[in-house]
């Protein structure tokens, strides 16, 4: 893991010490069967859920040129980013760091008839890497990537990367505020635990105008999540794995659930921006 990189603007500064906020106790994590941050790979894998009419996805698909173009997708996962574009996008790069997501895109890739590239590691890691070796740049017409700037305290060379690797745009999706806030009721009631509430969307949009870059700002409905996400069994291991929780309190967490259903957001920001920043 790289070391972390210290902000050049007073929007990154910010960005930073607020997701630095929701370090959880190490106590608490000494308990975790699984880690807190880790995801599910069914939780992102292409399926009859998918809407690719969605306008997250035209917003990527309208930037691609007519005859088809090329996608880089940062932080992949099963691909529900960046197949549906398809067959205006006639390749993809899926970058990720965990390889059961890498295989989950290029199955689902290979099923969309679309032409694909693997690259494991993280983001802007990968990037870096290539340049000091003087390889070949992971590059594309454009660069999309979806739920992922939550995970992101070092988000300008993020950010600076993702805009370099994109050749015509960049378009990013994410919830208004941390996707973690939706178990922020858990934590109170298993751990008497308080969590933060920022940063906000709003707040990367600072980051990128810092940077000089000036997105466009859309808000839309958020498209459905995969059938594993909404299957009350794989809500019960997912708050059990956020929330630090051991298996056997899996009744204890369905009845919670019952009555507490996470607070899943039901719009998503996008921001999209020109590529090729220098």
Same mark, same amino acid.
């Given at each position: 893991?790289?070391?972390?990189?210290?902000?050049?603007?007073?929007?990154?500064?910010?960005?930073?010490?607020?997701?630095?906020?929701?370090?959880?106790?190490?106590?608490?994590?000494?308990?975790?069967?699984?880690?807190?941050?880790?995801?599910?790979? %069914?939780?992102?894998?292409?399926?009859?859920?998918?809407?690719?009419?969605?306008?997250?996805?035209?917003?990527?698909?309208?930037?691609?040129?007519?005859?088809?173009?090329?996608?880089? /997708?940062?932080?992949? $996962?099963?691909?529900?980013?960046?197949?549906?574009? =398809?067959?205006?996008?006639?390749?993809?790069?899926?970058?990720?760091?965990?390889? =059961?997501?890498?295989?989950?895109?290029?199955?689902?890739? /290979?099923?969309? $008839?679309?032409?694909?590239?693997?690259?494991?590691?993280?983001?802007?890691?990968?990037?870096?890497?290539?340049?000091?070796?003087?390889?070949?740049?992971?590059?594309?017409?454009?660069?999309?990537?979806?739920?992922?700037?939550?995970?992101?305290?070092?988000?300008?060379?993020?950010?600076?990367?993702?805009?370099?690797?994109?050749?015509?745009?960049?378009?990013?999706?994410?919830?208004?505020?941390?996707?973690? !806030?939706?178990?922020?009721?858990?934590?109170?009631?298993?751990?008497?635990?308080?969590?933060?509430?920022?940063?906000? =969307?709003?707040?990367?949009?600072?980051?990128?105008?810092?940077?000089?870059?000036?997105?466009?700002?859309?808000?839309?409905?958020?498209?459905?999540?995969?059938?594993?996400?909404?299957?009350? %069994?794989?809500?019960?291991?997912?708050?059990?794995?956020?929330?630090?929780? !051991?298996?056997?309190?899996?009744?204890?967490?369905?009845?919670?659930?019952?009555?507490?259903?996470?607070?899943?957001?039901?719009?998503?920001?996008?921001?999209?921006?020109?590529?090729?920043?220098?």
């Amino acid at each position: 893991m790289t070391e972390p990189v210290e902000p050049l603007t007073e929007a990154g500064r910010y960005w930073a010490e607020q997701l630095r906020a929701w370090a959880i106790p190490d106590e608490i994590v000494a308990q975790a069967e699984v880690p807190p941050w880790a995801h599910d790979p %069914k939780t992102f894998a292409v399926d009859d859920t998918l809407d690719a009419s969605s306008p997250i996805f035209e917003m990527a698909r309208e930037l691609l040129p007519p005859g088809g173009g090329s996608v880089i /997708d940062i932080g992949c $996962g099963g691909g529900r980013s960046s197949i549906p574009p =398809a067959p205006r996008a006639t390749h993809i790069t899926g970058v990720d760091e965990n390889p =059961a997501m890498l295989e989950r895109f290029a199955a689902a890739a /290979d099923a969309a $008839g679309v032409g694909h590239r693997q690259i494991r590691g993280r983001w802007p890691d990968v990037y870096v890497e290539a340049e000091l070796r003087g390889e070949p740049l992971p590059t594309a017409d454009v660069a999309v990537c979806h739920h992922v700037l939550f995970n992101v305290p070092d988000i300008e060379p993020f950010v600076v990367a993702l805009t370099a690797a994109a050749r015509l745009g960049v378009v990013v999706v994410m919830p208004e505020r941390h996707p973690l !806030s939706a178990w922020n009721e858990g934590w109170l009631h298993f751990w008497n635990l308080n969590r933060p509430t920022g940063p906000t =969307a709003n707040d990367a949009a600072a980051v990128l105008c810092a940077l000089g870059i000036t997105p466009e700002v859309v808000v839309v409905p958020r498209p459905p999540l995969s059938r594993h996400a909404e299957d009350p %069994k794989g809500l019960v291991e997912s708050a059990r794995r956020r929330l630090c929780l !051991s298996s056997d309190r899996d009744a204890e967490i369905e009845a919670w659930l019952a009555d507490h259903p996470p607070s899943f957001m039901r719009e998503v920001v996008v921001l999209r921006w020109p590529g090729g920043l220098s």
